[in-house]
């Protein structure tokens, strides 16, 4: 069954530190990668997607990913930590081999907490 | 553009009661997905539904869940005779194609209390 491993329920960082959340997944054949963010009591919100070509890649509030065949990996990256960042963080795989072809395989979440 | 709406946004009943939760998806999406998300825990598929179509309820569970996506109006996920085990929050997402390939934009779900 395919899977996704995120390293890390919580992860705390100081205000201007790199932000580094780890995502590693299982699979037999090319797969879409996703990172959603969900901030309280609101629903996910997309930062980046992986599908074909270029393994860096660039999404919203400054994160950036990059998918790592060899090491079956795409970690979640950001230079500088802002306050605003502070929310939960989840990574997911298509299900788009051998299960079914329109949802997404989570991971459970990293929680980010970013101290003043 | 609204996006995708769910309604109620919290919702409490007794055990034995039924649940009904709804999602309008983006305008123009006719692909929509329900996700359980229990504490400490990320989303688990449930349904993947076209309009008027069950595509895939493996994640469902066999017993009191369904879930309902018609010609015209909101999809509805429903549990009948809740239990304890059911208190989660219930997300929807739509997506124009399938969201394996593309961003599934999500709605900011339905907090289930069974009391």
């Known amino acids: 069954a395919q899977s996704v491993t995120q390293l890390g329920s919580h992860v705390s960082v100081s205000e201007g530190a790199l932000v580094l959340l780890r995502c590693n997944y299982s699979?037999?054949?090319?797969?879409?990668l996703f990172w959603y963010v969900q901030y309280p009591n609101q629903g996910l919100q997309l930062l980046l997607k992986?599908?074909?070509?270029?393994?860096l890649v660039k999404g919203i509030n400054g994160f950036e990913a990059e998918f790592k065949k060899s090491e079956t990996s795409f970690h979640l990256t950001k230079p500088s930590a802002h306050m605003s960042d502070a929310a939960e963080y989840f990574c997911?795989?298509?299900?788009?081999?051998?299960?079914?072809?329109?949802?997404?395989?989570f991971g459970k979440g990293t929680k980010l907490s970013v101290k003043p | 553009n609204a996006g995708v709406m769910q309604n109620p946004r919290h919702l409490v009943r007794r055990r034995g009661q039924e649940a009904r939760l709804r999602c309008s998806p983006m305008?123009?999406?006719?692909?929509v997905y329900w996700y359980r998300q229990l504490p400490e825990e990320g989303l688990k598929f449930m349904v993947y539904?076209?309009?008027?179509?069950?595509?895939?309820e493996s994640g469902m569970p066999k017993e009191r869940f369904s879930a309902e996506f018609p010609k015209e109006g909101p999809s509805i996920l429903r549990i009948q005779q809740v239990v304890r085990g059911d208190s989660a929050a219930y997300f929807c997402?739509?997506?124009?194609?399938?969201?394996?390939?593309?961003?599934?934009?999500f709605g900011q779900g339905t907090r289930l209390t069974v009391v």
């Open positions: 997911a795989v298509s299900g788009n081999y051998g299960g079914s072809q329109g949802n997404l395989i």
């Open positions: 992986y599908t074909t070509g270029a393994t």
């Open positions: 699979s037999s054949v090319p797969p879409y």
């Open positions: 305008k123009g999406h006719s692909h």
């Open positions: 539904l076209q309009k008027e179509n069950i595509i895939d």
């Open positions: 997402a739509s997506s124009a194609i399938p969201a394996a390939t593309t961003e599934a934009f």
